[in-house]
């Protein structure tokens, strides 16, 4: 097709499904278009999970959410009467949902990324860079540079927009500790068994630190589900210099980890809410290399591991603190 006159797309429709970190890392794309084109009507087709992470985001003009077949068929009905002049299609794995927007979604200009799969739907295939190769973040840039889209490098990094009572709140909540002492985030939750970490290695690495700097306060954060782990990490610890966080939802996730000197976590979402607050990072991975190449922190100082298997668990506690010790020396992060 011949190039795209961006200045005659008016409303566009941004298809991206995933978890939060999924969400975070997409974030720069509404911060590019919105400075292209600040008149620009947003609309972004996701999961209902995703509520939180963008009910502060001021640049998306409407979401709409999916948590089952008919609130997705309902929400196309709903595009369809918008008169939609683009979609992008920023999820970078073919899928059959991605097949029925395409047929469905009535649109001047569909594109995606160049499978197989899609052959016949889209008005305009995106060439993608290598998955393991490649940040996700680089890809998602790579493919508005191929629409044509001017980028600012400055605004391609993740964001989350947080809730100001909610952060007002752990920000006095931690005023004190905060006066005298360093806040280190912990994160032992993941989206996946795969990822966790040992509650047993928690507790070794924390007392390692305690043993190095008693300066440093612990803020535990993790699920719901996961209440009963991170109870028994903190009695684990030798002093009583821990945080328990109590709120669960993602908002006030966040901004514990705004207040947070450094963030530890095998979950990459924590890891993308860090980077985008210019938090120094230390992650975990478990052995699948494109996973590891594409979901690293972004645009922060940091460390990751990669676990020798399948799982984070084998993660070796002196790796993890040696880690530690590396990155708070190599970028000189000052931990009071």
Known sequence: MNKIDLKKVRKVLIVRFGKIG???VTSFVFEVLKANFPEMEINLLTFKSNRE???CNPNVNKVYYSSNPISFLWNILRLNTLHLDMLLDLNDNPSTTSSIIYR????????????????????????????????IIERMRNYLLQLGFSINDNLVKPYFYLDTRIFTQIQTELLNVKKEHSII?????????????????WIELINFINNTNNKVYFVLLSTEEDKSLRDKISTGINNNQVIDARNYSIQYFASYLKMAD??????????HIASAFGIPVLALYPNFLWNFVSWQPYNVYYKSIKSKSEKVKDIPVHEVFDAYNKLISLYNIKLK
Request: with cysteine.
């Open 22 to 24: 999924d969400i975070v």
């Open 262 to 271: 450094l963030i530890i976590s095998p979950d990459t979402s924590a890891v």
């Open 185 to 201: 985030a912990i994160n032992i939750s993941a989206g996946n068994d795969i990822r966790y970490w040992k509650t047993e290695s």
């Open 53 to 55: 992470v963008l009910r």
């Open 104 to 135: 469905l979604i009535r649109c001047n200009i569909k594109t995606g990324y160049n499978f197989s799969k899609y052959s016949g739907l889209l008005d305009l295939h995106i060439n993608q860079l290598s998955q393991v190769n490649s940040h």
